[in-house]
């Protein structure tokens, strides 16, 4: 498909559109012709993506312009079309499209309705671009773009004090992200002289530097760009605080698209990990580790949001744990579902905090079931989908993430694989616990509101239609990519992996490992044990919030200390403010009074004062008396005879 | 000692004669135009420098032309010399009558003086022995010491006349020890001198008598430590003897300066270069030094002076072709700044002082936005910015002492450059970026604001447009100008 | 060199000197200028000294023309100094500092 | 049109360039100062004319590898010097940046000066044409006339038309520069000892020994230091840009900090290859003093000028880093050469821009503002772009220099590669922190609510610099081919002279040895 670029093009026209005349349009034209062009974007991918099967697995590259053209530096305007990038901009076309629709229902109101579709827009020409660039630079173009969209949708609400401060922190944490990440391209750059995936696999896997350091430094330097983007321990931070943009945003950007771009990256650079069990290893530690930690902290928060975006950031840790053990396909399958369910979620919460006017506090909800019964399902559907409920699109691929962990075995470590499994066994009882107590706290148990005062309804079609669409997505979308136990069962082959496989590297021990009887075994063993975490977190939710209503409270007295600390995010926040930013502001100020103003100001008018001030001590000399000025003839005479028979003496 | 006074010489001497002519005819004029006479003598005297002037030009001598049994040889260097001492001449004219007016003296022997003092200046780099020297110096100096008095009325310049005088004549005495150089050569005669040093019997006596002979030169060139007097003078002579004693002075003694050193003492380069190498740095600095902090403006010109007596000082100790034409050429660029400059003093000069502080500068290119032009250029040229004839100048001087070899003396007159830089600016500075005193008033409206607008009259007003037209034409075109010096080295 | 140049040459040294004390200490002018005239007559000394040394006629002649530049500097000399006692009604050369700095 | 071109072709070109701004200050000091408004329209015009003009030099077609466009005529053969123009790569952009931004820069004094409006426009006439005739002049005795030429205009609109300490700003501008100028004389005075000549076409094919070099390059070193200016020379700038009158700062911060940029790569690289080399490390470890430090003094900036001018010294010192970065490649050099011109675009909009709510509030105290952005939404949506072209976002200009020259930079030494790139988090740092205060908030103070948004003259001086931002960012090809091939043939030449390959011409003596190898063309003032 030649015209793939079409995809990224239709919605920059869109940007132009909105962007100069969208004041002077009709809410309803902003809206259409935002969503219309993201419409355009899917169809424009989904002919590819037909295309594409038509073929038979035909990658290739479609180019564009030169961009950066300084030989032996070639970076182009080129687009690679193949299995993983068409997944990624089917799935981010699709999934914004709905979002671009429950928007205009959202947020109808708002004053900056034109400002506001400017920039989904152009998001999603950022993430377009993110996806289909054809190396690594133009990658990062669509990286810094998305990057730069989350700043400004997350600060959207600019009057406000809370939403511009967390835009800031999200652009610069990812910043420091992208520090790494350019590092890691400059490396590859001298290293292998090209930016193109294409070209840098070939380099990499014939010229096999494999387990070379230098190779393991790049491995490294990019996953640094993928924990800012992925929002990983311990560059997390701001995804939380990006909840303060509004409710869709929170649903596209900071769940289903934009953050899974360092899930992306890494498997798009699969190739060069697959090199390097070290950094492999570290991929899938940070991603285990951040999968049980946010999920930990999701257990306790009371802000609707705020929940999910943990849940979000401890998901994106299964993703890296997947890749991290050598699944990509796995991870990107997640990715998948995840965007569905998550968006799903989001969009849920949106509608409930639509209905109660803009409150997110889940303690001032409960009983939402009968005001909202559409959002009750779409919430129930996704929660379920995320705890891994079986037969749901998150239980096959959090189920295949939990097995590729658990037969892995690392050289350098024979077993991390089991600790990582635990540790991601932990993570889904977490996972289950915290989204039924989030069900049980807005939807289920008795209202805790005043019922007077607020009258919760039902969001709008325009709001529950799309909603409708994701969650169907959340039932079935686990259905393409079924592992080998289910696929042998209902006879439906996984038709996820063969096709983004062909873009990723390694992976296929896991492919191997289903053919085994006992490989077969542990697999039926690690799916129970998935399915009774589960239901245990199900039920450990059912009895606590609504068997037992009330015992939370004797539970935060008896356990106040760990409390504390899960409530309060494991105090990194403070942390991070105390050890980086205070001190950073007091060395800005100190660098600029002291050191500009003070010393190198300082040295400079010292300078010309002392001239100045020798100039003033010698004035008197000029006393204005003959005698004085005869006195100094005399002595320059003497002086004078002197010099020159210094001279003779020399001689 | 062939005396020869074939005619093509003795019609060298014409411009000299035509000015000290014009000098007795000036005295005689002053007696039957009896009165105040200033414009009818400064007239007259006009026409005779341009007499001169053209006289020299006629009989340029492109050879050298020994006269008077070889105590003057003129040649194209004199010439050069004799023909900028002339264009400071007729500019002092053109201001000397107005200014005269304004501080009520009587023309009188003002310009006989002015004409007697000029014609020493010419008559002095055509020298070639060292008592004719000394005699065109006293010369020079003689009527200088009456003019710096002139302004009796103020005590200023009675003042200036008196130390000028009584440190000048101490300076003499120094000068004329150098009789210890006669003892042990046994000539004065400058390129007998050069041939005769290498078999010189007492050296220790002929440096003693060098030494006192330079003790002569630096005083008339501003030297420290003999450069005391200098602002005293400078400040409290009338403002057109200022002019005239800051530009021709300089060009004459560093002319001749340069003549001796070169053409008589090069057998003892390796001493004075030493001597004359520290004096230099202490000029420079003291001069700057000083000058930064000056309120009236011709005293900071008279620190300035210094300061450049110490930079041309690298063009002496440099001693080689390329000096030769560089200090002209400085000279005459310096000349034209000096000299517009105090045009511009003159003009603006107030008769209880006839100085202007910088204080009143204030605002003056609001005020005089040509005259302020004008004076910013000859700050800029004194400082050696692009496009004036400073630099072209400052180029030329740095090239020469670079190829001599003097670069740490360099990097000392790089870093005094950068230091004179503020208190040139501190005179832009003050006509263009202040106010004017009362502002408020002015603003106000009313009677108060019709103070008197000091208009800048003809004679000041051309006399500074020439120097600022020629230190721009001098800046970029000097190629001519270049071309004759060259022709007119020694 | 002859004893008699010799002893010239000293004196010469020595009113030189004496000339420049006068010039140095003294705060009247008059004295001071005499000072400066006693410099000058110890050069012309000087100079016919060597002229005897050198066996040259020169010397005299130059001691000649020195004198007279000596004559105009003391017509011009006391000339200023008369114009400023007519103002001033004293000579010390220590009340004439008003310009300085 | 074709024959207009080729008559363009065959004049002067680069002379109209140099000269017009100057014929037209020359025209306005006949005119009335009281006539302000045709005053300040003449100057318009006549800079638009030169602009116009200017763009002919592209026509030409060709590289830009070698000089083109060349002018001789001998000035002051006594000297060696001649007036001896051209424009090559590396030039180039900067000449058209400048006949660019000149009525730019006029056209938004319009209404902020109200004062001696006619001297106001002669001086900002006169920069150009000083500016044009530094970036051309291939006589070191011409580059000099022309370099301190810039010097007066700018310290008289410093100190006439400035704000608040302009006196103290002004002299201390130009005491600075004057400093680092002067020394640089004294070398360029130095390379005429040796060689007899200040022709740049000839100087370069006749290398200095070594040991010369590198006391030639220290003088030229701090001249352009200053003027760039690096760490910890910089202190001037603060003062003058913030005092300086809009226009100032924008001619400023655009252009004459360009100069020493420019004389870097131009002169240090091409006459002291050795020294350069030599210098390398230490001069790539003070730009990255200058890209931390300039970004973390900003953060700590009150004042929205000051913070601004400041950020110079951080993108400056990308510049530097990347004109010292010597690899087996010219990456970094021609990263830095489009750094210049971006940083131009990019600070120069950004003066403006300040320049527009001076102008409304008279005050630069970011404490002063606060929620701008739903007050003036136009203003905003410009601040906002240029100020992600400043913060280095991919597809706008910023990126594409600063990429350039870390890559090449990290060639050339990892660690001060790596650091330096750590400047790219602090420049996000302290410009978005500046603009949330400006722009985001409520809008509280009553003095800004009534604030009135862009007009149509500011639309007009403002949409075309965005435009270039958007275009460099994204489409820099027609830049980079143009810059290519003159920086690689500056830096092949470094390397093959350091590597020792070359030799080395007789101090004193009038060098035989061309450069054969390295600039085959390159007969002893001819070249092209």
């Known amino acids: 498909?030649?015209?793939?670029?079409?995809?990224?093009?239709?919605?920059?026209?869109?940007?132009?559109?909105?962007?100069?005349?969208?004041?002077?349009?009709?809410?309803?034209?902003?809206?259409?012709?935002?969503?219309?062009?993201?419409?355009?974007?899917?169809?424009?991918?989904?002919?590819?993506?037909?295309?594409?099967?038509?073929?038979?697995?035909?990658?290739?590259?479609?180019?564009?312009?030169?961009?950066?053209?300084?030989?032996?530096?070639?970076?182009?305007?080129?687009?690679?079309?193949?299995?993983?990038?068409?997944?990624?901009?089917?799935?981010?076309?699709?999934?914004?499209?709905?979002?671009?629709?429950?928007?205009?229902?959202?947020?109808?109101?708002?004053?900056?309705?034109?400002?506001?579709?400017?920039?989904?827009?152009?998001?999603?020409?950022?993430?377009?671009?993110?996806?289909?660039?054809?190396?690594?630079?133009?990658?990062?173009?669509?990286?810094?773009?998305?990057?730069?969209?989350?700043?400004?949708?997350?600060?959207?609400?600019?009057?406000?004090?809370?939403?511009?401060?967390?835009?800031?922190?999200?652009?610069?944490?990812?910043?420091?992200?992208?520090?790494?990440?350019?590092?890691?391209?400059?490396?590859?750059?001298?290293?292998?002289?090209?930016?193109?995936?294409?070209?840098?696999?070939?380099?990499?896997?014939?010229?096999?530097?494999?387990?070379?350091?230098?190779?393991?430094?790049?491995?490294?330097?990019?996953?640094?760009?993928?924990?800012?983007?992925?929002?990983?321990?311990?560059?997390?931070?701001?995804?939380?605080?990006?909840?303060?943009?509004?409710?869709?945003?929170?649903?596209?950007?900071?769940?289903?698209?934009?953050?899974?771009?360092?899930?992306?990256?890494?498997?798009?650079?699969?190739?060069?990990?697959?090199?390097?069990?070290?950094?492999?290893?570290?991929?899938?530690?940070?991603?285990?580790?951040?999968?049980?930690?946010?999920?930990?902290?999701?257990?306790?928060?009371?802000?609707?949001?705020?929940?999910?975006?943990?849940?979000?950031?401890?998901?994106?840790?299964?993703?890296?744990?997947?890749?991290?053990?050598?699944?990509?396909?796995?991870?990107?399958?997640?990715?998948?579902?995840?965007?569905?369910?998550?968006?799903?979620?989001?969009?849920?919460?949106?509608?409930?905090?639509?209905?109660?006017?803009?409150?997110?506090?889940?303690?001032?909800?409960?009983?939402?079931?009968?005001?909202?019964?559409?959002?009750?399902?779409?919430?129930?559907?996704?929660?379920?989908?995320?705890?891994?409920?079986?037969?749901?699109?998150?239980?096959?691929?959090?189920?295949?993430?939990?097995?590729?962990?658990?037969?892995?075995?690392?050289?350098?470590?024979?077993?991390?694989?089991?600790?990582?499994?635990?540790?991601?066994?932990?993570?889904?009882?977490?996972?289950?616990?915290?989204?039924?107590?989030?069900?049980?706290?807005?939807?289920?148990?008795?209202?805790?509101?005043?019922?007077?005062?607020?009258?919760?309804?039902?969001?709008?079609?325009?709001?529950?239609?799309?909603?409708?669409?994701?969650?169907?997505?959340?039932?079935?979308?686990?259905?393409?990519?079924?592992?080998?136990?289910?696929?042998?069962?209902?006879?439906?082959?996984?038709?996820?992996?063969?096709?983004?496989?062909?873009?990723?590297?390694?992976?296929?021990?896991?492919?191997?490992?289903?053919?085994?009887?006992?490989?077969?075994?542990?697999?039926?063993?690690?799916?129970?044990?998935?399915?009774?975490?589960?239901?245990?977190?199900?039920?450990?939710?059912?009895?606590?919030?609504?068997?037992?209503?009330?015992?939370?409270?004797?539970?935060?007295?008896?356990?106040?200390?760990?409390?504390?600390?899960?409530?309060?995010?494991?105090?990194?926040?403070?942390?991070?403010?105390?050890?980086?930013?205070?001190?950073?502001?007091?060395?800005?100020?100190?660098?600029?009074?002291?050191?500009?103003?003070?010393?190198?100001?300082?040295?400079?008018?010292?300078?010309?004062?002392?001239?100045?001030?020798?100039?003033?001590?010698?004035?008197p000399i000029q006393t204005g008396f003959i005698r004085n000025y005869a006195w100094y003839m005399g002595a320059g005479a003497i002086l004078l005879v002197i010099l020159l028979w210094l001279g003779l003496g020399a001689k | 000692m062939g005396v020869s006074f074939a005619a093509g010489n003795i019609l060298s001497l014409l411009p000299v004669g035509v000015i000290v002519l014009a000098a007795l005819l000036l005295v005689l004029l002053e007696v039957l135009w009896a009165g105040r006479a200033n414009r009818r003598l400064a007239g007259f005297g006009g026409l005779a420098v341009v007499v001169a002037g053209i006289a020299q030009l006629v009989y340029f001598p492109l050879l050298p032309s020994p006269v008077l049994g070889g105590a003057l040889r003129f040649d194209g260097f004199a010439a050069i010399v004799a023909l900028t001492v002339l264009a400071v001449l007729f500019l002092t004219l053109i201001v000397s009558p107005a200014h005269m007016a304004r501080m009520g003296l009587r023309g009188g022997e003002y310009y006989a003086l002015l004409f007697l003092s000029a014609s020493g200046m010419m008559l002095l780099p055509a020298a070639r022995g060292l008592v004719s020297i000394i005699i065109c110096i006293e010369l020079l100096s003689l009527p200088l010491y009456v003019l710096a008095g002139y302004n009796r009325r103020l005590a200023f310049s009675r003042e200036a006349g008196f130390k000028y005088f009584l440190l000048g004549a101490f300076a003499s005495a120094f000068m004329i020890y150098a009789a210890f150089i006669w003892g042990t050569t046994g000539t004065l005669s400058l390129g007998v001198i050069a041939e005769s040093l290498p078999s010189a019997g007492n050296r220790a006596l002929l440096l003693l008598g060098l030494g006192l002979l330079l003790v002569g030169f630096a005083f008339k060139a501003a030297l420290a430590p003999f450069h005391a007097w200098v602002p005293d003078v400078y400040e409290g002579s009338p403002t057109p003897v200022t002019g005239f004693m800051a530009a021709a002075v300089k060009v004459a003694v560093f002319a001749v300066f340069l003549r001796v050193l070169m053409e008589g003492l090069m057998p003892l380069a390796e001493f004075w270069r030493l001597a004359l190498y520290v004096l230099a740095i202490i000029t420079m600095c003291l001069g700057n030094l000083l000058a930064l902090h000056q309120m009236s403006l011709k005293r900071l010109l008279a620190y300035s002076a210094i300061t450049h007596a110490g930079y041309l000082v690298l063009g002496l100790i440099a001693a080689n072709a390329e000096a030769v034409s560089a200090v002209l050429f400085y000279l005459i660029a310096y000349s034209a700044a000096v000299i517009g400059s105090l045009a511009l003093v003159a003009a603006w000069a107030t008769r209880r002082t006839d100085d202007v502080y910088i204080s009143d500068l204030r605002g003056m290119a609001e005020r005089q936005p040509l005259a302020a032009l004008a004076l910013t250029f000859f700050m800029l040229s004194l400082i050696g910015f692009p496009i004036t004839a400073g630099f072209v100048g400052k180029v030329l001087l740095f090239y020469a002492a670079y190829k001599a070899g003097y670069i740490a003396l360099l990097i000392i007159a790089i870093i005094n450059t950068m230091v004179s830089v503020y208190y040139y600016l501190r005179v832009v500075q003050a006509m263009y970026f202040l106010p004017r005193e009362q502002p408020e008033d002015a603003a106000e409206g009313g009677l108060k604001a019709a103070a008197p607008v000091s208009v800048v009259a003809w004679p000041y007003l051309t006399v500074a447009l020439i120097s600022a037209v020629a230190i721009v034409v001098l800046g970029l075109v000097p190629r001519s100008l270049l071309v004759w010096l060259s022709m007119c080295s020694f | 060199m002859e004893p008699i140049v010799v002893y010239s040459l000293v004196l010469s040294a020595v009113l030189f000197t004496m000339g420049m004390l006068a010039v140095l200490v003294r705060r009247n002018p008059i004295i001071m200028f005499m000072g400066i005239e006693l410099m000058l007559n110890a050069a012309n000394l000087a100079f016919i000294a060597f002229s005897r040394h050198l066996d040259k006629l020169d010397g005299q002649v130059i001691a000649l023309i020195f004198m007279a530049v000596a004559a105009a500097e003391v017509a011009i000399g006391l000339a200023i100094i008369v114009s400023i006692y007519r103002y001033r009604r004293d000579v010390d050369v220590d009340a004439v500092n008003s310009l300085r700095g | 049109m074709d024959a207009l071109i080729q008559m363009m072709a065959n004049a002067p070109l680069l002379s109209i360039i140099i000269f017009l701004p100057l014929a037209g200050a020359i025209i306005i000091t006949l005119m009335s100062p009281a006539k302000s408004h045709s005053i300040k329209w003449f100057a318009f015009w006549a800079s638009i004319a030169t602009f116009l003009i200017s763009l002919f030099l592209l026509a030409g077609g060709g590289g830009f590898e070698k000089f083109s466009h060349i002018e001789q005529y001998t000035w002051l053969p006594q000297i060696g010097v001649s007036y001896h123009i051209g424009v090559d790569g590396i030039s180039l952009w900067l000449v058209l940046l400048t006949t660019f931004l000149l009525p730019i820069s006029i056209l938004s004094s319009f209404s902020a000066i109200r004062k001696r409006e006619k001297e106001y426009y002669i001086l900002l006439l006169l920069m150009g044409f000083a500016l044009t005739g530094t970036f051309v002049s291939l006589d070191l005795f011409l580059f000099f006339l022309f370099w301190e030429s810039v010097l007066i205009p700018m310290y008289l609109l410093i100190g006439i038309w400035g704000s608040g300490r302009r006196v103290y700003a002004a002299t201390k501008f130009v005491l600075y520069t004057v400093v680092g100028s002067f020394f640089m004389l004294l070398a360029i005075i130095g390379l005429y000892v040796h060689f007899g000549t200040f022709d740049f076409i000839y100087l370069r094919s006749h290398i200095l020994p070594p040991e010369l070099q590198t006391w030639l390059f220290l003088a030229f070193f701090l001249a352009f230091a200053i003027k760039v200016p690096l760490f910890p020379f910089h202190t001037w700038l603060a003062d003058a840009h913030t005092e300086a009158p809009t226009a100032g700062s924008v001619l400023l911060a655009a252009l004459l900090l360009k100069m020493g940029g420019y004389g870097f790569i131009r002169f240090c690289l091409a006459l002291f290859p050795d020294a350069s080399v030599w210098a390398a490390p230490w001069i790539m470890g003070l730009a990255v003093i200058s890209i931390i430090y300039g970004a973390l003094v900003c953060a700590a900036q009150t004042d929205l000028k000051r913070l601004i001018a400041l950020s110079s010294v951080a993108h400056m010192g990308f510049v530097m880093l990347g004109i010292f970065s010597f690899a087996n490649t010219s990456i970094g050099q021609v990263g830095a050469t489009i750094q210049m011109v971006s940083h131009g675009i990019t600070t120069g909009a950004l003066f403006l821009l300040v320049g527009v709510i001076y102008e409304r509030r008279h005050t630069r105290e970011i404490a002063q503002f606060g929620g701008l952005a739903s007050v003036m939404p136009q203003y905003y949506n410009m601040f906002l772009i240029t100020m992600l072209a400043s913060v280095g976002l991919p597809a706008l200009n910023g990126f594409v220099g600063e990429f350039l020259i870390l890559l090449g930079a990290f060639r050339a030494d990892w660690a001060l590669g790596g650091l330096a790139t750590f400047g790219v988090v602090l420049a996000a740092v302290y410009l978005l922190t500046m603009f949330r205060r400006v722009f985001h908030g409520e809008c509280t103070k009553p003095e800004n609510q009534k604030l009135l948004d862009l007009n149509v003259r500011e639309f007009v001086y403002l949409v075309p610099l965005v435009l270039l931002m958007l275009w460099i960012g994204l489409y820099p090809k027609p830049y980079l081919s143009v810059i290519k091939p003159a920086v690689d043939r500056t830096v092949r030449a470094v390397m093959r002279i350091s590597s020792g390959s070359v030799e080395y011409a007789r101090s004193g003596e009038k060098a035989a040895t061309a450069l054969a190898q390295v600039l085959p063309e390159n007969a002893p003032g001819g070249d092209g």
């Open chain 1, 1 to 619: 498909m030649d015209y793939i670029y079409l995809a990224i093009a239709l919605p920059l026209l869109g940007v132009l559109v909105n962007g100069f005349f969208g004041r002077r349009m009709p809410r309803k034209a902003v809206g259409t012709i935002a969503s219309l062009a993201i419409l355009g974007s899917f169809v424009v991918s989904l002919v590819a993506f037909l295309n594409y099967i038509a073929l038979e697995g035909g990658a290739h590259t479609v180019m564009l312009l030169p961009w950066l053209s300084l030989p032996p530096l070639e970076i182009s305007y080129g687009f690679l079309v193949d299995g993983l990038s068409l997944v990624m901009a089917l799935t981010v076309s699709l999934v914004s499209f709905l979002i671009h629709v429950y928007s205009m229902g959202y947020m109808a109101d708002d004053d900056g309705y034109p400002r506001y579709f400017t920039y989904l827009n152009l998001f999603v020409a950022m993430m377009l671009t993110l996806v289909l660039a054809d190396n690594l630079v133009l990658m990062f173009v669509g990286w810094e773009g998305v990057g730069l969209c989350s700043y400004l949708l997350i600060g959207f609400w600019y009057k406000k004090a809370a939403p511009p401060a967390a835009g800031i922190k999200a652009f610069i944490v990812n910043r420091i992200g992208d520090f790494a990440f350019l590092i890691g391209i400059f490396l590859i750059f001298w290293l292998y002289g090209t930016f193109n995936f294409t070209e840098l696999r070939q380099s990499v896997e014939t010229v096999a530097f494999a387990g070379h350091f230098p190779l393991t430094l790049i491995a490294l330097f990019l996953f640094g760009g993928a924990i800012g983007k992925s929002a990983q321990f311990p560059l997390y931070v701001w995804l939380p605080d990006a909840m303060e943009g509004p409710t869709p945003v929170s649903a596209l950007i900071h769940a289903a698209t934009m953050v899974t771009a360092g899930v992306y990256m890494v498997s798009r650079m699969s190739f060069l990990y697959s090199m390097t069990e070290v950094a492999m290893l570290v991929v899938a530690c940070v991603g285990a580790f951040t999968a049980i930690f946010a999920g930990s902290i999701a257990l306790v928060q009371n802000d609707i949001k705020r929940v999910l975006a943990y849940s979000t950031v401890s998901q994106l840790g299964y993703m890296f744990l997947a890749a991290g053990v050598g699944a990509y396909w796995i991870a990107i399958f997640h990715l998948f579902t995840h965007a569905f369910f998550k968006a799903l979620l989001f969009l849920a919460s949106g509608s409930v905090i639509h209905g109660m006017r803009g409150e997110m506090d889940m303690r001032k909800m409960g009983g939402l079931a009968k005001y909202m019964p559409h959002t009750y399902w779409h919430f129930l559907i996704g929660a379920m989908s995320i705890s891994g409920i079986p037969l749901l699109a998150g239980f096959f691929s959090k189920d295949q993430i939990l097995f590729a962990a658990f037969t892995t075995r690392p050289d350098i470590w024979p077993n991390a694989g089991m600790v990582l499994w635990i540790v991601g066994v932990v993570t889904a009882l977490f996972t289950a616990f915290y989204m039924f107590r989030q069900i049980y706290l807005v939807f289920l148990t008795k209202p805790r509101f005043d019922e007077a005062e607020i009258h919760p309804h039902e969001a709008p079609s325009s709001m529950v239609t799309p909603n409708w669409i994701l969650a169907i997505g959340s039932v079935l979308a686990g259905y393409i990519g079924l592992p080998a136990l289910f696929a042998g069962i209902i006879h439906m082959p996984n038709a996820f992996q063969p096709f983004v496989s062909g873009a990723l590297a390694g992976g296929a021990h896991v492919a191997e490992a289903a053919h085994g009887a006992q490989e077969l075994f542990k697999e039926v063993l690690t799916t129970s044990i998935s399915v009774v975490v589960a239901l245990l977190g199900l039920g450990l939710a059912f009895y606590l919030y609504q068997v037992r209503y009330g015992v939370t409270e004797k539970l935060k007295r008896a356990f106040a200390a760990p409390y504390r600390v899960l409530l309060n995010k494991y105090y990194v926040d403070e942390f991070y403010d105390s050890t980086f930013v205070q001190p950073g502001r007091v060395l800005c100020e100190q660098l600029s009074r002291v050191v500009d103003l003070g010393i190198i100001d300082g040295v400079v008018n010292a300078i010309a004062f002392v001239v100045g001030a020798v100039g003033q001590v010698l004035r």
